[in-house]
């Protein structure tokens, strides 16, 4: 509405300039020819000019207050659309963030409900959802707090989605519309890392060559947040009895490990083989768990055949012998 009236002003500005009559603009009248021929004298002529030259920058302001006034309106609306969702999100509280296994005195007050169309009207929460009927989360009816009222725990459950609505207290109609929120819970570094699927013995042929991988592959989880230092898992031989040959473990993939050997076995000095396995995360503080696997060694034929020297005697006598009949017979 005001910019309407401001071009229209601009452009009756404008198109009486163009008039040669046309002397200038008081608050409530312009001088028209007629009542400048009325006043005819010099003194009106120079106060004309005067104020013609006031209207030029008039004008000027007039248009430079227009454009900064349109652009400023669109900041305006945006500000305003920018109030008006701001508002409308103020109700729909996204996420609450918890942390799991709070050391806290529960109940535990996690956030508190509001809702601008409550004004002038006797209302009262209520909220629904994960959590609710089992009595883990709660809410004042009047006041809005919400509470949890027990340890979180985000390898049982990460996320609860909460809805709340605002009645009216004598009706118990809704007030507003459905809103929501939800409870995500934070990780800490609160496991260990596991062996699934855990054997605790293996035999272990005696001809395992050196650096060969051993028939022992261990599955080791760590069930925190995947893809975080909570779950990223380093295994290491911590101790080997007896130390020699070396045992070491080699990932095959991030939950994979094969021990290997660094060495040669041998089932005459050693049958027998006790190694720890350490499984740390990286966590801050990292926790780890350890485990132990008995190696049994499996006796091969791993010496080369030794020959008594008689037999080495015959078996040369009879190739010599059939070395000289091929060359007699042939010549
Ligand atoms: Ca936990
Ligand atoms: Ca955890
Ligand atoms: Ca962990």
């Known amino acids: 509405m005001f910019h309407t009236k401001l071009r229209r002003f601009c452009g009756f500005l404008l198109s009486h300039c163009k008039d040669a009559n046309f002397v200038g603009w008081l608050p409530q009248h312009y001088i028209s020819s007629s009542l400048y021929h009325r006043h005819s004298c010099q003194r009106g002529k120079e106060l004309a000019r005067s104020m013609m030259r006031s209207l030029s920058l008039l004008l000027l302001v007039a248009l430079i207050v227009l454009g900064g006034s349109t652009e400023g309106s669109e900041h305006h609306k945006q500000a305003k659309r920018e ?18 296994e709070m050391d806290v005195k529960y109940p535990y007050k996690i956030s508190t409900m509001h809702n601008l169309k409550t004004a002038d009207t006797e209302y009262e929460f209520e909220i629904k959802g994960d959590g609710v009927k ?56 609160d496991n260990a ?43 290491t031989v911590g101790k080997q009895s007896p130390p020699e040959p070396k045992i070491a473990v080699k990932s095959i993939n991030g939950r994979l490990h094969q021990l290997v050997s660094e060495g040669c076995f041998d ?24 485990e132990v696997i008995e190696l049994n060694i499996i006796d091969t034929n791993s010496h080369p055949p030794t020959f008594k020297k008689r037999q080495a005697r015959i078996t040369y006598d009879i190739n010599v012998y059939l070395f000289c009949f091929l060359i007699c017979k042939f010549h």
């Open 267 to 290: 089932y005459d000095k050693e049958k027998h083989f006790s190694i720890v396995i350490n499984a740390s995360d990286r966590g801050k503080p990292p926790v780890s768990r350890t």
């Open 134 to 189: 089992e009595g883990l989360f709660s809410i004042n009816k009047t006041t809005g707090e919400v509470y949890v009222h027990r340890r979180l725990d985000r390898e049982q459950k990460k996320s609860y989605h909460i809805t709340f609505d605002i009645l009216d207290k004598i009706t118990k109609q809704k007030i507003d519309r459905d809103l929501s929120f939800d409870v995500d819970v934070r990780d800490i570094n």
């Open 83 to 100: 109030t008006l969702s701001r508002s409308k999100r103020r109700w729909v509280l996204s996420t609450i963030e918890l942390e799991e």
């Open 193 to 235: 890392p596991r062996f699934a699927a855990f054997q605790k013995s293996y035999d272990v042929k005696e001809n395992t060559k050196e650096g060969e991988y051993l028939p022992v592959i261990m599955d080791i989880v760590d069930d925190d947040e995947p893809g975080t230092i909570n779950s990223s898992v380093v295994v």
